[in-house]
């Protein structure tokens, strides 16, 4: 397809267990973003890669998450023993470039559910 | 400690009326403006960007004015639709800071015929 892609689109899991969120980004664009929703709240980043690199972390939330890209292409979003507050929809993005006419291109998300 | 803020959670407009949606923010580092609109199950969409050295840019039906001093900005959607219900996110990027747009809560924009 033309545009960002997230698997899952929906994924319920028990507190405690991993979880591995995956996106693939439009073919060609260098840059890619994280960021989660959570119920009534606005975007809230997470880390971004500019090619396989990621030189902004800071938004993890803490060290039970983990994100990582290879071939410049496909991300995936790891998080380790899954707490209720991880509940949200995680959204990945991608751009052509980092300026300013580079909008970022966002994907359906993935829906996380913790019971 | 939001630095973007969209105060008004839900607007109600008319068709054929001008839509206005607010965006405040606190950080005077903000030098690049984005407005986003989100369907329902669909990942947010770019509609229209104001740089600083900017007070208004226009785009169709859309127009988005900056006041730096009031670090103020707004959405004008004129003449609204019923298409346009959704939700519109305000985002600021710093200067030199590329990778991150911090975003607005959001505000649901909805066209009633």
């Known amino acids: 397809g033309a545009g960002v892609s997230q698997s899952p689109s929906n994924k319920v899991t028990e507190k405690g267990k991993d979880v591995e969120l995956r996106c693939d980004p439009i073919?060609?664009?260098?840059?890619l973003y994280w960021y989660r929703q959570s119920l009534g709240q606005g975007l809230e980043f997470l880390i971004y890669?500019?090619?396989?690199?990621?030189?902004?972390k800071s938004g993890l939330p803490s060290d039970r998450f983990s994100a990582e890209r290879t071939g410049g292409s496909v991300s995936t979003l790891t998080i380790q023993r899954t707490q209720q507050e991880d509940s949200a929809v995680y959204l990945c993005?991608?751009?052509f470039g980092m300026g300013d006419n580079s909008p970022l291109h966002f994907g359906n998300g993935t829906r996380l559910t913790v019971t | 400690d939001q630095q973007v803020k969209q105060n008004s959670p839900s607007l109600s407009v008319q068709e054929g009326r001008i839509s206005i949606l607010n965006c405040d923010y606190t950080?005077?580092?903000?030098?690049?403006f984005l407005w986003y609109k989100k369907y329902p199950a669909e990942g947010p969409t770019f509609l229209i960007s104001?740089?600083?050295?900017?007070d208004k840019n226009e785009d169709g039906r859309f127009t988005v004015f900056l006041n730096k001093s009031a670090k103020h900005l707004s959405l004008h959607i004129v003449p609204s639709q019923p298409g346009d219900s959704a939700v519109y996110f305000c985002?600021?990027?710093?200067?030199?800071?590329?990778?991150?747009?911090?975003f607005g809560k959001g505000t649901k924009l909805s066209v009633k015929p």
């Open positions: 993005a991608s751009s």
């Open positions: 073919s060609g664009h260098t840059a």
């Open positions: 890669f500019q090619g396989n690199s990621a030189p902004d």
């Open positions: 950080n005077s580092m903000f030098d690049y």
């Open positions: 104001i740089s600083s050295i900017k």
């Open positions: 985002a600021a990027r710093k200067g030199g800071s590329q990778g991150n747009l911090i």
